[in-house]
């Protein structure tokens, strides 16, 4: 028996089999497909291509956007906007037979580094993804924290004043911080901008503002970063980071320990095998 993972990002959709819901016994991924049809057949061609003898026991992963109520699908997402209203867990479930999980991709690339990596044994794990959006998860105990719609703290706003993105673009930590918004402003990927540049360091103290949101708000014991704006080359240094947010807090409480996450792209495959295993132990 395997369980088949997935993670269905803006760019890139990534698809895994794990026979011990431990370790990631084969991967592939590829360019995610704009449109939702074409991206189901492509995870099930993805997911034969990968064993095709082995039976599939259950199949759990993440995608981009806020999830419905009933989490089969997603409701809405500005990049993945021709994946919204459709039935993501009732097409894989038609294909493979077998329990379909679907969580929010951030939300498992929280939960993989929590149970499996930077975050291992550690009791309040909070998760930031910085890389087309921004994205996060608070982890308490090994299980994602209870919540009425999800957790979307790259939409909290930053820039009240607009001095920065000026006034059309929205004033948030997204489109302060994120792949995405870097290109929008500057007219440039971000792999295009040398990491001497100043930017990046700029970037550093946007995203401090918003790590000192999620302290007060969350009260961490440890901010593990993940994505390709933090683990990439170039990125926003790690160092420049912590600096930034102590001095934001200026003393009011204790900045927790700041890292990068273990798995970068696959983080998200490990939180699937962890919901597995959660959801198949009850």
Not at 168 to 184: C, D, H, Q, R
Not at 219 to 244: F, H, N, T
Request: hydrophobic share 40%; aromatic share 8%.
């Amino acid at each position: 028996m395997s369980y088949l993972l997935f993670d269905i990002g803006g760019t890139k959709t990534r698809v895994a089999l794990s026979e011990d819901l431990e370790t990631i016994a084969a991967s592939k991924s590829f360019a995610t497909p704009k449109t939702f049809q074409k991206g189901i057949k492509e995870i099930i061609d993805t997911a034969i291509s990968l064993n095709p003898k082995t039976p599939i026991k259950a199949v759990a992963g993440g995608i981009r956007g806020m999830l419905n109520e009933d989490r089969t699908g997603i409701d809405n997402d500005a990049v993945l906007c021709n994946w919204s209203k459709q039935p993501l867990v009732t097409e894989l479930n038609k294909h493979f037979k077998v329990p379909v999980y679907l969580e929010n991709d951030a939300a498992l690339a929280g939960l993989g580094e929590a149970v499996y990596g930077a975050g291992k044994g550690i009791d309040i794990v909070v998760y930031h993804t910085i890389s087309t959006g921004v994205g996060g998860v608070k982890i308490e105990c090994g299980k994602i924290d209870v919540s009425s719609t999800g957790f979307e703290p790259g939409h909290q706003v930053l820039d009240i004043d607009r001095t920065i993105l000026g006034d059309e673009i929205s004033p948030t930590l997204e489109n302060l911080v994120s792949g995405t918004g870097l290109e929008a402003r500057l007219g440039m990927k971000p792999y295009e901008i040398p990491q001497e540049d100043m930017v990046w360091d700029e970037l550093a103290e946007y995203l401090a503002q918003g790590l000192r949101n999620t302290i007060l708000y969350w009260s961490p014991d440890v901010i593990v970063l993940g994505g390709s704006m933090i683990q990439g080359d170039p990125k926003i240094p790690l160092e420049a980071i912590r600096k930034y947010t102590v001095e934001v807090l200026d003393g009011f409480v204790a900045c927790p320990f700041i890292t990068t996450g273990t798995f970068k792209d696959e983080a998200a495959l490990y939180g699937s095998m962890a919901y597995i295993k959660d959801r198949m132990a009850k």
